[in-house]
Each structure stands twice: as C-alpha cells, then as structure tokens.
C-alpha cells in the first residue's frame, strides 16, 4: 500500500489531520480498510479503536469496499416536497444490482429539486424519465 | 459577444456548463459569473444587461438571432424578484466573477480589512457589537459579544472557524457566498483574526458542496498574500449533519468523532485545540467586511426590533420562484412564500411552509402574518435558523413529516444524550401507530411526552428542537393525525 503512506506523509504537520486523511485514503481505495486503520494509527499515535471509531461515526467512510457507481439521491424535505419520495422508488428499480442507490440529506439546490449527485456531477429537476436515464447512463 | 452565465453549482445543475459550451463554439465570449439567485430562471443567460431563462443549449441559437421573447426576462438587475431586494451580503450576486480579485477590489473589496487595520482590535469589535449583527447559523448570538469574549480570553493561539457545513434542507445561501463571492467570506474572517487577534481561520465545509470546496480552496490561494499574515485553511466534513453543531464541528476539526461537547466550556474560552476560538456560520462572517466598510449605523439602519440589517433568506421546495432573498427582518412570511416566492411551483395551495431547516416549526398560511424576526418566530414557536423557507401544497401528509422529523433526528443523533437518540426512534414508532390508525389520542398524547422529555433532557438543538417539525405539524394540521378512514389514507 504505498499509496497509503504517501497519503500519510502528505498531511505530516497540519493540524487535526486525521479526517483530511480518511478522505484521501477513501478516495483512493474506495474504502478504509482494517490495514489502513492500523497504519493510520500507528502514524499518528492513536489507538486502532481510536480511528475506526471515527471512521464509523461519519456517512462518508465505509469500512469495505463496494464495487457499484454511486447515486446520491437527495432525499430531504424540500425535494420531498418537489417529489423525491416517488423518484427513490423509480430509481431503485433502475439501478438493479449494478448501480448503488446512496441518500443524501441536502444538495444546496433545493429550490431545484429533485437533485441527485454522481460522483461530483450534480443533477437537477429530475423526474423519473430523467432519473432513469442518468442510472442507465452510469 | 459578450455573454454572462453563471457557474454556481445549481445553475451547473441546470445545464449551465453546455449553454456556456454552446455559445463559446459560436464564437462568442463567455464570461462565468455568480448566480443573481433567481433559481428558476437558471441557467440564466445575461447579454448585455438583459436577460434570458431558464436556456437551454437548444435555445442558444434562437437568443443569438433574435427569436428568444419566450425566454427574455428584460434588464436583470431590473427584475421585480431583483428591485424588491436589499443586498448587503449579495451585492455583487450575478456581476462579479467569483474568483477574480480584480472585480473583487473594484466593487469595494478589501475596504472592510483596511479600515480594520486602521481601527484596531477594540473599535472593530465595537463597530460589530453597534451594527446588532447576530450568528446567522440559527441560534442568532450577537456576533459582537462572541467576538469581544474570544478578544479578552487569554491564549497565545486563538482560532477562527468558519461553519459552512450548512446541512439544514431548504437552505443555500452559505454556498452561493462561497461560490460566487469566496473572497468577502475571507475578509471577514481575517476582519475577525484581527478583532480577537487570531492568525489561522478554518473553514469546515460540508462533502455535499465538491464545488464550494474547490472555489474556495483556490480563492484562498489567490488571497493568501492579501490577508497574511492570517492564514485560511479549507477542511471538509464528512457527510454528518450534527457536525453544523459547533462543538461537534471543533471535534471533527480536531479529527475525533463529531460528538457534541458539553458547555461550558464556551468555544469562545475553550474551543479548537483547547484555544479560544471564534466559530461563527458563513453569512456572520461574509456581513463583516459590509459592516467595516460602510459602519456600524449602515447595517443597523435595516430590520425591526432586535434583529439589525438583513437576512438572505432562501425560497425552497415546492416554490413557483425559489432562489435568494435578501431583505431586511420584518417582511413577513406570507409575503415572501405568496408575493415574492409566487405560491407553489404545482400551482396547487400552499398547505405549509418548513422555516428554519429540519429542526423548524411547519408553519400553516393562517400564521403568514408572523414577521420574519427571532422574537416574533420564538413567539409562535417556531425559529428562523438559517433562513430557509420549504414551501409544500396540499398534496403534503403532515403526518409523514413529522415521522420524516423523527427519522432524521434518529438518523443523525451523535448518540451522546438518550433523549435524542432514544427518544427519536421511540416517536418514529409512535407515531407509525398513529399513522397505522392505532389509538391516535393516547398515542399523540405519547409523542407530546416524549418531545417534552426531548426538549428539555437533550444536550443539543438536534435533540432539543426536533418536537418543533413535529409538534408545530401536529397543532397546527390535527386532520392528518386523526382515525383515518379508508378512503382518506388512500
Ligand atoms: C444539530 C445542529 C446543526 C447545526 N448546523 C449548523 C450549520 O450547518 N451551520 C451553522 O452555521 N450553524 C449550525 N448550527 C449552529 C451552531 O451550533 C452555532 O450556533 C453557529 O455555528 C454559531 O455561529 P453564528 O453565531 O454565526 O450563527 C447547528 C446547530 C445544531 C444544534
Ligand atoms: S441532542 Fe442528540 S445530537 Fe445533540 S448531543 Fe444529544 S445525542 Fe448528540
Ligand atoms: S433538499 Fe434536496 S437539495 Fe436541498
């Protein structure tokens, strides 16, 4: 994992490092693994319980990896009010096994919604026509 | 020519990025600006000072040979959605380029700072003691008794922590400052280095705002020399809504789990790192350089009662003309969902509007006449909070949001206090029986139990306040929480 410890190296010096740290490692691994648990550990002088424990505190982190693309579907309440709750539906039934279906509370476009973002492409005014079309894109 | 079109996240959302693409392979000059905030018109083409949307790249050649009335909107700056405003925050909303520190200085950038340098610690915190300016994030603490209790802490190391983690639904004007005018947030933060006499600033922004982080995370870079030697550091959250809360937010800061802390200690004497710390949300801050520039007396010449100058407010959800609204407190409610916002999107009757994000009260329109101001929403229990109004018609199952309130309190509960982590699936549950039919009244009685318990036993706002969402939802919309007969459920 030589990826990890450049990642580790690259944060050497700044303050609080360990989220900044769980981002790059998710982003590059897609996942935070029990092995990147224990050298984030060891690096920063904290306890494997210590990081796994805020690994498992933040939606953003996941403990194993998941090979399907990502939709993350904004489900608060003000898609709900332009429609959301029928959309999630809709979207599950596109996405099958292949594509992961993600909530996610708020986008910032709520005077636009529904809203779904992939990776960092954001999407707006969505119906079920579109949200299809944007899975079967995926 | 010459054609402006934003580059804020939502108009991008819209298709902004091909229209813009269109036109340049045309041939023609495309400038990316900041969004004016009239979402419904996005993406919003400008030529000229006049105005076409909501474009399509399919329109693009029908503007450019004259055929586009359908989409003209006339002079922008002229728009009644526009002329009905007081900009103090958003002035330079849809003119300047957002990341050009030129348009920044030539529209009075960099002024607030200066006279800062001028006054000193003690006058800069005077002058944002007189303007009245309160926390914007919600709990509306005047933001000069804040800074003066950070100023007098002794420490060699203080921080400034900017909290853009905005994750209340309905609300974006912190991420129209960070994408389309980064640079006054900056200054206001370095303002607040000087006032309490910090030198490093952190800005926590939420995962959910990819394009907030990296506009801000270049205008600091372009800033750096500027404000140095106070330094501004970009962090990002992680997709947890408590971390809005401040002391979750300095945990995560800190690289811990984003648990609430117990007060006091008060940030202000004991925050990031243990140092004496300023935390105060992006609209706060991006008001400061307003304040500086122009004085005190200027900001504190809008509003009504104890709320001084101006709220953005953001018009959300099932709304014919959401976007941002800046004006001074004391409009009310009704006219900025029926006037300004133009009723819903549906066409359908507003049944309720959400202020004040997941954790405010459902307000029906029969409390339209309540002026927006702290005071007056605390006085029919509901709150402003950031300022995001979500407008629903009467297709809404009031019922369904207040279970929605409890879903996400439970979803998002940091587990420190059994009220709000127990309490909120225990009304979840409840409140499916009502819904389910089963003995409605002793189980509302329940719910109103319970949210008492977590009102009063909750160590945050997430605990405490989501009985708003659900008691506002049952007292003011009884006929959704009744027996349902067959035909009425479905
Ligand atoms: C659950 C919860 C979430 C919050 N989320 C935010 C937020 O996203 N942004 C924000 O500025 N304040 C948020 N707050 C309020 C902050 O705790 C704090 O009052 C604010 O950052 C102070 O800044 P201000 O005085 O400038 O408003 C939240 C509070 C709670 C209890
Ligand atoms: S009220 Fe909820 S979110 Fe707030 S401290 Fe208690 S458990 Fe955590
Ligand atoms: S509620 Fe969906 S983007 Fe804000």
Redesign the pocket.
Same mark, same amino acid.
């Given at each position: 994992m030589a990826d990890l410890y450049h990642i580790l190296a690259a944060h050497d010096g700044r303050e609080g490092p360990l989220l900044p740290i769980l981002h790059d490692v998710q982003a590059a691994f897609g996942h935070v693994s029990e092995e990147a648990i224990r050298a984030i550990a060891l690096h920063l002088n904290l306890s494997r319980a210590e990081v796994s424990g805020v690994v498992s505190f933040y939606h953003d982190f996941r403990r194993t990896p998941d090979p399907r693309t990502a939709i993350k579907l904004c489900r608060a309440e003000s898609c709900q009010a332009r429609g959301s709750e029928a959309l999630a539906a809709e979207a599950e039934r596109s996405a099958g096994s292949r594509v992961r279906v993600e909530t996610v509370y708020c986008l910032g476009l709520c005077s636009v919604g529904p809203n779904a973002m992939i990776g960092e492409d954001l999407h707006a005014r969505l119906d079920g026509a579109k949200v299809a079309a944007l899975i079967g894109a995926m | 020519m010459r054609v402006r079109i934003s580059d804020d996240a939502l108009a991008v959302a819209c298709g902004a990025d091909a229209v813009a693409a269109r036109f340049a392979a045309l041939g023609h000059e495309v400038v990316r600006v900041s969004s004016w905030g009239m979402h419904w018109l996005e993406p919003l083409v400008e030529i000229d000072g006049r105005g076409y949307g909501p474009v399509a790249a399919s329109d693009v050649e029908a503007i450019l040979d004259g055929r586009g009335k359908q989409l003209a909107i006339g002079v922008v700056a002229d728009h009644p959605f526009i002329a009905a405003q007081t900009r103090l925050t958003f002035a330079r909303a849809g003119k300047t380029q957002p990341l050009s520190l030129d348009d920044y200085a030539a529209t009075g950038g960099w002024v607030g700072l200066e006279r800062a340098h001028d006054l000193g610690a003690a006058a800069i915190v005077a002058e944002v003691t007189a303007s009245g300016l309160?926390?914007?994030?919600?709990? #509306?603490?005047p933001?000069g008794i804040?800074w003066n209790t950070v100023r007098l802490a002794p420490g060699e190391r203080k921080y400034i922590v900017c909290?853009?983690?905005? #994750?209340?639904s309905g609300t974006f004007a912190?991420r129209m400052v960070m994408e389309g005018d980064p640079f006054m947030l900056i200054e206001g933060m370095a303002i607040a280095g000087l006032a309490v006499g910090a030198s490093k600033g952190f800005v926590y922004i939420?995962s959910e705002y990819p394009h907030a982080i990296r506009k801000m995370e270049a205008a600091v870079r372009l800033a750096a020399p500027l404000i140095a030697p106070f330094e501004v550091e970009i962090r990002v959250g992680a997709g947890a809504? %408590?971390c #809005? /809360? /401040?002391?979750? $937010?300095l945990n995560s800061l800190e690289g811990k789990r984003g648990e %609430?802390r117990a007060k006091p200690p008060l940030p202000a004497h004991e925050g990031l790192f243990g140092c004496p710390t300023v935390?105060?949300? %992006?609209?706060?801050?991006a008001a400061v350089p307003f304040v500086l520039a122009q004085g005190a007396q200027a900001y504190a010449d809008y509003g009504m009662g104890r709320s001084r100058g101006t709220m953005p407010v953001q018009l959300a959800g099932n709304v014919k003309y959401g976007g941002l609204f800046e004006t001074a407190f004391g409009i009310t409610l009704g006219e900025l969902v029926e006037k300004i916002g133009g009723g819903t999107d549906s066409g359908r009757p507003v049944r309720a509007v959400q202020v004040g994000g997941p $954790?405010g009260a459902y307000f029906p329109p029969a409390l339209f006449d309540t002026p927006f101001d702290y005071e007056a929403f605390a006085a029919v229990d509901g709150l402003i909070g950031?300022g995001g109004i979500t407008v629903f018609d009467d297709s809404v199952d009031m019922a369904k949001q207040a279970r929605f309130a409890f879903d996400f309190c439970a979803a /998002?509960s940091c587990g420190k206090c059994t009220p709000c982590r127990i309490g909120a699936v225990r009304g979840r549950e409840t409140l499916d029986k009502v819904i389910a039919g089963e003995s409605a009244a002793s189980n509302l009685e329940l719910v109103a139990d319970l949210c008492e318990t977590m009102k009063f036993g909750s160590l945050?706002?997430?605990g #405490?306040?989501t009985p708003y969402p659900v008691m506002s939802a049952i007292t003011h919309f009884p006929e959704d929480f009744g027996p349902r007969t067959q035909e009425a459920a479905a």
């Open positions: - | 309160r926390g914007r994030g919600g709990a #509306g603490f933001a804040k909290n853009a983690d905005e #994750g209340d912190d939420r809504y %408590v #809005g /809360e /401040e002391t979750s $937010l %609430v935390i105060n949300n %992006v609209l706060t801050l $954790l950031h /998002e945050c706002a997430l #405490g306040f």
